[in-house]
């Protein structure tokens, strides 16, 4: 799978969210220079900051310290003054509000819904990146609990083209599976 050169230049720990997934996710929710946005579960940053290089302000939360320090190296690297990463569980609380778009990208993310809608100002959209199937029905839950609407739920298949002389064909290799994406809004 093609990374775009300016991601080959930030620092990998955790797993990130590709590209493709992030190009989606930037296009659904519609944000913009003028939106602020909370992400959770930062983990190497790649989504923070491709969001804060669009966003007028990106809070990230994380829980694990060595992900952190991942995260703020990438985030010096890109030189991002509107990127605050903080150590806090955004399943207990959000500390910003009227918030545009919340992403969520942890363990569990459905345990943070609550906290995302009580954010999130009216038209804002929820953004929820999970591994499972049976996440993804969790997740799902309780959007329509908290009477999110729009709610629409895909995964990206992204396949890669050999180009070559003597015929041009998808590739046998390449990343396919990565995660399923659900939105909603409030």
């Not at 923070?48 to 007028?56: F, G, H, L, T, V």
């Not at 207990?92 to 545009?100: C, G, P, S």
């Amino acid at each position: 799978m093609f990374i775009p050169p300016h991601y080959k230049k930030l620092k990998r720990g955790p797993q990130v969210i590709l590209p493709k997934d992030i190009g989606i996710i930037i296009a659904y929710t519609g944000i913009n220079k003028n939106s602020v946005c909370v992400d959770a579960g930062t983990g190497s940053g790649w989504l923070a900051i491709s969001m804060a290089k669009i966003c007028k302000q990106v809070y990230s939360y994380e829980l694990k310290p060595d992900f952190i320090k991942i995260a703020e190296h990438n985030k010096i690297i890109e030189n991002l003054d509107n990127l605050i990463i903080r150590n806090k569980d955004i399943s207990k609380k959000i500390f910003e509000k009227n918030i545009d778009v919340v992403t969520l990208d942890l363990p569990n993310a459905e345990k943070a819904v609550k906290n995302a809608y009580k954010a999130l100002k009216d038209g804002g959209y929820i953004a929820g990146y999970v591994l499972h199937i049976e996440q993804l029905k969790k997740f799902f839950d309780k959007l329509e609990k908290y009477k999110f609407k729009n709610i629409n739920a895909f995964e990206v298949i992204m396949r890669d083209i050999l180009i070559r002389d003597i015929g041009i064909r998808p590739s046998t290799k390449g990343v396919w599976h990565t995660g399923y994406l659900i939105f909603g809004q409030k």
